[in-house]
């Protein structure tokens, strides 16, 4: 039903899409395309050339080179699940595999978490890691840490998945990778003069144009926010700059707000305060934290918790960073990105009236 459903969402937006492209008067070719030379791209027996060729062919799910590493899943893989299965270990401590692990645990699945650190979500502020462990593991989820998965093997009983560190776990019912993703770039490029960067992916210079002339790239076959929104935004600027005489249009890469649909959320925005006092001098950061209980669980059992933390730089404390955790702060974090991005300062803030009661108000009376 749970997937029936999905699907059924899925290929409505994706008529959504055709419909939208056939207005706009877009041939749409189906098929494997590849370079066959410079701007010259082919589909089965036919050719094309163009004056502007774009790159988009986004990524793929890595799988380890072990033994019985096919018996997982991915992500792609996760979303032709036709049954919840009872027992799980999701491999990985990113952002895809909390958000995954996450509705596994939700749905009533027992999940087990292999990650090579101690920590989880190492790319993102040091706060939200730690505070997404600690909640994950208070409501049940375990975690197998400072290990790898060093084998799998099917039997009739489930997966046996071991680790490098000795554990083994029997009766897994699904086993999914979720380990990093590679750039989609096998697609003939040995025949242009688009180069790649040392982890391959497509080198583009700030306006996503490649090393050959006439061909451009953006989205995941980049390697830079490796976010759907952030690929359409590059693609409306690349588009106004080729045809609506916009030649300096580009997208700005900073402070693009970035939230995980972990269980609870995560919301953030700019840099770490790791990366602040790197970059600015420990002198030159101050750093703003609350810790609270939403109002909404004052009188309830369950208590949870949210976390705040904003970082600003210089005399006039500029905002340079925004962590959030805690229920609600998915929405939150949009109209506090439209602040940041316009160079808010930490006094920007405090000149706002709070709206109480809610959590959104912490934001900007920290003191």
């Known amino acids: 039903m749970f997937k029936e459903k999905r699907d059924n969402y899925v290929q409505r937006l994706n008529g959504i899409y055709e419909a939208n492209l056939k207005k706009s008067d877009v041939t749409v070719i189906n098929g494997a395309a590849r370079f066959v030379g410079h701007k010259i791209i082919a589909v089965g027996d ?10 988009a062919t986004g990524g793929y799910p890595v799988i380890p080179n ?3 590493a096919e018996h997982g899943i991915t992500s792609d893989g996760f ?4 049954t919840l299965p009872k027992k ?3 491999v990985g401590s990113g952002y895809i595999a909390v958000e995954l692990a996450g509705i596994f645990h939700a749905l009533g699945s027992h999940v087990t978490v292999v990650t090579r650190t101690n920590k989880i979500l190492r790319a993102f502020d040091s706060m939200l890691g730690s505070a997404l462990l600690e909640e994950m593991s208070s409501h049940g989820m375990s975690f197998a840490q400072n290990t790898t998965v060093s084998s799998v ?3 009739s009983n489930g997966l046996t998945v071991k680790m490098a560190s000795g554990v083994v776990l029997d009766g897994v019912a699904c ?3 979720a380990i990093g993703r590679r750039p989609s770039t096998d697609v003939g490029l040995d025949k242009t003069n688009v180069k790649l960067d040392e982890a391959g992916n497509i080198k583009v210079d700030e306006f996503q144009n490649t090393s050959c002339k006439g061909v451009y790239a953006l989205g995941d076959v980049c390697g830079k926010y490796l976010l759907t929104p952030v690929a359409i935004a590059a693609g409306r600027r690349l588009a106004e700059r080729l045809f609506n005489n916009k030649p300096n249009l580009k997208l700005d890469y900073s402070n693009i707000p970035t939230v995980i649909f972990s269980h609870p959320p995560i919301g953030t925005i700019g840099i770490s305060e790791e990366e602040a006092i790197k970059t600015y001098g420990r002198e030159n950061v101050k750093v703003y934290r609350s810790k609270f209980t939403p109002m909404y669980y004052s009188m309830t059992e369950r208590k949870s918790k949210c ?3 904003l970082v600003c730089q210089g005399p006039d404390e500029k905002v340079v960073g925004l962590h959030l955790f805690g229920d609600s702060v998915d929405e939150m974090l949009q109209g506090f990105g439209v602040a940041i991005k316009m160079g808010a300062t930490k006094a920007d803030f405090d000149e706002c009236v709070a709206i109480h009661p809610t959590s959104a108000e912490e934001i900007v009376t920290l003191r």
């Open 46 to 55: 036919e050719r094309y050339t163009a004056d502007h060729t774009l790159i």
């Open 66 to 68: 072990i033994p019985g």
């Open 79 to 82: 979303f032709e699940l036709n």
């Open 88 to 90: 799980v270990v999701v």
């Open 153 to 155: 093997e099917k039997s």
């Open 175 to 177: 086993l999914l990778w």
């Open 307 to 309: 976390l705040i933390k």
